[in-house]
């Protein structure tokens, strides 16, 4: 399978299945990525286990793909309408 084809079912799942799987995701994200830990900052790693938390304890609201592509459009509209 390939990458366009995992986003374009991961986009076909209802919220909160995309809720879940991200949530998968991040639970076996070590068993899907290899990455030296010292490649990271001890701060940086602290921030990143903090926001996962926050996510996995619903203390963060989600956003679908669809509101967050408008959010950046929005943003990018406003940079452009700022230079001209």
Do not use: C, K
């Not at 996995?56 to 609201?61: D, R």
Request: cysteine-free.
């Amino acid at each position: 399978m390939s990458l366009a084809e995992i986003e374009q079912r991961v986009r076909e799942l209802s919220t909160a299945e995309r809720s879940r799987f991200v949530s998968w995701i991040y639970a076996h994200e070590h068993e899907l990525i290899e990455a030296p830990s010292e490649a990271v900052a001890p701060e940086v790693m602290e921030e990143l286990l903090r926001r996962r938390r926050e996510l996995e304890e619903g203390n963060v609201p989600t956003f679908s793909v669809e509101e967050s592509t408008a959010r950046v459009r929005e943003a990018l509209d406003e940079v452009r309408r700022s230079r001209y």
